[in-house]
């Protein structure tokens, strides 16, 4: 009968463990399902020539990025350096998907912060969007030989998430 | 007022087919919303069980954002297409994962979360009774009353049985 | 200058409260009377220093020092003065304060009503409470003060939050922070309890007014909640299985448990163990809410601005005190002594069950609210909880646990027959089911969830009136002679019953419509027809609002004017929609302005929401219940007696001083 009295105490305990443990989660981030899944098919108009469009199809063969950015969108302004940067190496092709933006907003926004981009993309009405769970700009997406999607960040690039994760991916991927 | 936004092309249709008339015409009754007042109940009857994802914990019915009404425009057609609801789950599962889903599946991992108030009442339950019988095990057997005592305690269970009885 | 005196107060209140938990419970522990005394100025010292703070800080908002960081993120000088002062708990910072300020309130409470309670226990009690506010205290002063200097001060405030300059925001958030501080008095008790050795039936029954009153206002606390979102977000729902509702509904459901639990052990003396542990658990909920809405841990609409830092303070300050409370309940839980013996079929284990119900429904929101969580942190996926997965598992656990609300009383102590019983309540059961089948036919709509609703609330009110009818019959003197605390329970009961007929008929019978409006047009919903006037622009004190017009007819009659408005906030640009609403005893009739669609047209959305009202009445009604319980003649002789015994005492300590 002594030992029961106890049981709440260890129940208790190991909610605080995972309490704990939450402190460390976002419970607001939602992972992909789509990893190791093929990548959606679209065809979309480039932004640079509309009459010209697009299919990631068009990629295999190829381990490459997608990155799904807005002009309106004020987080993406602080992974844009980075992502210029990335593209100079000449490592991983970063293909972008403008998400529900003004075709003229976007040519200006890239004008005047770099243009990263092999070809960007235009979903306008950000169908192509949802048929890659994208929920919030900036995401970016990690597309290998066979176009299927083995990674996804969500929110702003950082150094340490290219450095420590994203490249060692694409050397993996690329062997 | 949530759906409001998110119907805007069939009130374009609305405003278009009614013409740019500056001044209202006769006093009639007001016009649904909803291009298809049906779907849109069946509509906002699912969107109740999904999760606005870009919200603090709101459901795509209730929320206003940007991507809330993206979503229930697509519900929309996919409805008008004739899709079942079951495949417009699916669908959203399929790119969002069961995050979007404001009832859990039932699954290996959800087992304890579905099983888990039964189960709390079974062993709450059982855990009171075998309480309860250890107790009248436990305590001593009374001796039999004199018939003064049980006459006494006759009365005094009358009293009782109306409600809490004599006060300490 | 005033800031400073604020903080200052903080910090001497945090010396005062470490004091206050530290030399009475030894003083008690050492049976030194010169420290046991102690409990009670001590306790009025810290909370002396807590009120001048917080008068402090109600100064810096009313004056608009926004040289004061708080302030300035939370007011403005266009604000309204009630939401000036009301502000002062409409941020993390504040919202402590006010925690702190309620729980200095109830340990006051304790230490002017507790003359008739031996001097050891009423210090451990007070000790307590104080170890309670050095949490609190030393949170705010070290990860949350707010008075925080903002320097160079910043021109004008940053506003309050458009959705809270209501009136909701003055009495809510005070009501609800009085009830889950409010559980900390049973806590203190049982902790008191346990250290002493001296659990008993006695304990059980000075317990019991301070839970009854702390679980009164709790509940009053969260109707307003639920009245407040239910007018001003817009769409008229009330409950939404939000992580923050439930953090303050679970203490809510194991703090209805304990008063039953303590009815067992004061009236037969028996499940103390359980009893004590009710206590513990209900305030460890209230804790753990605190902790879920300000650490992050979970989304919801009423988190605070989260940090990692207060986090883990909060969890650190959580594991300690529910950990050091739950350690001591293992150690010192008294193995004998287990009361007076009742039979498996008696009033003792209808009030148990009645307590496994309710903990388990507790435990299930407490399942529900932590499972997404739980997943996360075991790397098993993110998955979603929601207002889906509680009302199919609320529900059904309510349902016999109305059932059991007419029985209960009913049944006798010690043993009762149920066969017995079931000849009694025959005739309650049956005019429940007349009504369950009638009722909703008469009203217009006949599903078997509104059927069984009325059923559950025929079945309380019935069983309610014939336990009353009974009892008065058998009372020498009748109603006037009746105690208090029998009413108030009889009256606490027909509450629940009048929230169920709100609950059922709202969502089983409401009606909306959802149209476009030019000037003239009129929609009909719910037999009542609605015509739209127009919208103009209004100024408002802080905001330009669009107002519009309705008005409302019954056949031909025109009942009323409705305005509902769509509000632009000067500072936040924030647009809210002020919905319009006019009630009366069986409906609402809701409107809401969506959006303009041109040509003086605009979106709107009516509902017809009947019943919706006695929700929040029948709370009121429980609330009042548990309050009348309170007057009760025995607690009012025990005050009277305080007098005395406080001479007495006098004497007493004169005596060994000299």
Request: glycine share 10%; with cysteine.
């Amino acid at each position: 009968m002594k030992a029961r009295t106890w049981i709440p105490l260890a129940v208790f305990g190991v909610l605080v463990a995972f309490l704990a443990a939450g402190l460390k989660l976002d419970p607001r981030e939602v992972p992909s399902p789509l990893i190791d899944k093929p990548a959606p098919l679209f065809s979309l108009p480039l932004l640079h020539d509309p009459t010209q469009a697009m299919s990631p199809g068009q990629l295999k063969g190829q381990v490459w990025m997608l990155n799904v950015w807005a002009s309106w969108c004020v987080s993406c302004r602080h992974e844009h350096p980075l992502l210029v940067q990335l593209s100079r190496t000449g490592q991983v092709p970063i293909y972008g998907l403008d998400y529900k933006d003004k075709v003229g907003d976007a040519l200006a926004w890239l004008e005047q912060f770099g243009n990263p981009y092999t070809q960007s993309l235009v979903d306008a009405d950000g169908r192509v969007g949802i048929d890659y769970g994208v929920y919030g700009v900036p995401e970016t997406y990690l597309i290998d030989k066979e176009g299927i999607i083995r990674y996804k960040h969500i929110g702003p690039l950082t150094p340490k998430v290219i450095e420590e994760t994203i490249l060692p991916r694409v050397r993996e991927l690329n062997a | 007022m949530k759906r409001f936004l998110a119907t805007a092309p069939a009130l374009l249709v609305l405003v278009a087919s009614l013409g740019a008339a500056a001044a209202p015409a006769v006093a009639r009754e007001a016009a649904p919303l909803a291009d298809d007042p049906v779907i849109e109940k069946r509509l906002m009857a699912l969107a109740e069980e999904l999760r606005c994802l870009v919200c603090q914990n709101q459901s795509l019915a209730d929320s206003h954002a940007d991507l809330a009404a993206d979503l229930r425009q697509e519900i929309r057609e996919m409805m008008q297409q004739g899709r079942s609801d079951k495949e417009i789950v699916d669908y959203l599962v399929a790119r969002y994962g069961d995050f979007v889903l404001y009832r859990p599946p039932f699954k290996a991992t959800t087992a304890l979360l579905w099983a888990g108030p039964a189960l709390l009442v079974v062993v709450g339950g059982s855990m009171l009774t075998v309480a309860l019988r250890r107790r009248r095990g436990a305590l001593a057997d009374d001796a039999p009353l004199s018939e003064e005592e049980q006459a006494r305690v006759k009365r005094l269970l009358e009293e009782e049985a109306d409600g809490e009885g004599p006060r300490a | 200058m005033i800031p400073e005196i604020g903080h200052l107060a903080l910090i001497i209140a945090l010396c005062l409260a470490l004091l206050q938990g530290v030399i009475p419970i030894w003083g008690a522990a050492r049976g030194n009377a010169v420290w046991t005394a102690a409990a009670r100025p001590l306790a009025l010292g810290q909370f002396t220093f807590v009120a001048l703070a917080f008068s402090c800080l109600v100064r810096s908002f009313v004056t608009d020092d926004f040289s004061v960081l708080y302030v300035a993120n939370h007011a403005n000088t266009a604000l309204p003065l009630q939401y000036k002062v009301a502000g002062v708990w409409g941020g993390h910072e504040g919202s402590l304060l006010l925690w702190v300020f309620m729980l200095g309130l109830w340990t006051v409470a304790v230490a002017a009503f507790s003359r008739h309670l031996p001097d050891e226990m009423v210090a451990r009690v007070i000790g307590v409470m104080g170890l309670i506010a050095v949490g609190f205290l030393s949170f705010m002063l070290f990860t949350s003060n707010p008075f925080e200097r903002l320097l160079p001060a910043a021109m004008e405030g940053a506003d309050l939050n458009p959705l809270l300059q209501d009136p909701g925001l003055v009495v809510h958030p005070p009501m609800l922070y009085m009830g889950y501080v409010g559980f900390s008095v049973a806590y203190a008790f049982s902790l008191a309890a346990l250290m002493s050795g001296r659990l008993d039936a006695t304990w059980a029954r000075w317990s019991r007014p301070w839970t009854t009153a702390a679980w009164g206002v709790l509940t009053l606390g969260i109707a307003l909640g639920s009245w407040w979102s239910y007018y001003e977000l817009g769409w008229g729902g009330w409950w939404f299985w939000d992580p923050v509702e439930n953090a303050s509904f679970m203490p809510w459901l194991v703090g209805t448990a304990l008063i039953h639990s303590l009815a067992v052990t004061e009236k037969r003396g028996g499940f103390k163990n359980w009893t004590v542990l009710l206590a513990i658990f209900a305030f460890s909920l209230s804790l753990l809410g605190t902790f879920l809405v300000r650490s992050g841990v979970l989304t919801s609409v009423h988190a605070f601005a989260t940090d990692p830092e207060r986090g883990v303070f909060i969890l650190g300050f959580l594991a300690v005190v529910v950990g050091s409370s739950l350690a001591l309940y293992a150690w010192r839980a008294p193995k004998v002594g287990l009361g007076g013996k009742f039979d498996l079929s008696s009033r003792e284990s209808l009030l148990l069950t009645n307590n496994v119900l309710l903990v388990a429904a507790a435990g299930s929101v407490l399942l529900g609210t932590l499972y997404p969580l739980l997943l996360d942190a075991l790397g098993l996926g993110k998955i979603s909880v929601g207002p889906p997965y509680f009302n199919s598992v609320f529900v059904p656990l309510m349902v016999p646990l109305v059932f059991l609300i007419g029985i209960g009383p009913f049944a006798r102590w010690k043993k009762t027959s149920f066969a017995e019983l079931a000849r009694r309540l025959k005739w309650a059961l049956g005019a429940g089911v007349v009504a369950a089948v009638v009722l909703p036919l008469v009203l217009g709509r006949w599903t078997p969830l509104i059927a069984l609703g009325i059923l559950m609330a025929a079945w309380v009110a019935v069983t309610v009136g014939q336990n009353l009818l009974t009892r008065v019959r058998a009372t020498p003197g009748g109603f006037g002679a009746v105690p208090n605390h029998y009413l108030g329970m009889e009256l606490a009961h027909l509450g629940v019953a009048v929230v169920i007929v709100g609950v059922t008929l709202v969502t089983g019978l409401e009606q909306e419509k959802d149209v476009r409006m030019d000037v003239g047009d009129t929609a009909t919903v719910g037999g009542y027809t609605f015509r739209f006037d127009g919208v103009t622009q209004v100024p408002g004190p802080n905001y330009e609002s669009r107002m519009g017009t309705l008005t409302v007819f019954k056949g031909d009659q025109a009942l009323r004017r409705l305005h509902p408005e769509k509000r632009i906030y000067r500072v936040q640009t924030m647009p809210m929609t002020e919905a319009a609403i006019t009630s009366n005893l069986v409906r609402d009739l809701y409107v809401s302005l969506g959006e303009p669609v041109g040509a003086g047209a605009w979106s709107v959305r009516i509902y017809y929401k009947p019943f919706v009202s006695w929700i929040w009445s029948g709370a009121a009604i429980m609330a009042l219940g548990g309050f009348l319980t309170l007057t009760d003649q025995r607690y009012r002789l025990l005050l009277g007696r305080r007098f005395r015994a406080r001479a007495r005492r006098g004497e007493a300590a004169g005596e060994a001083a000299r």
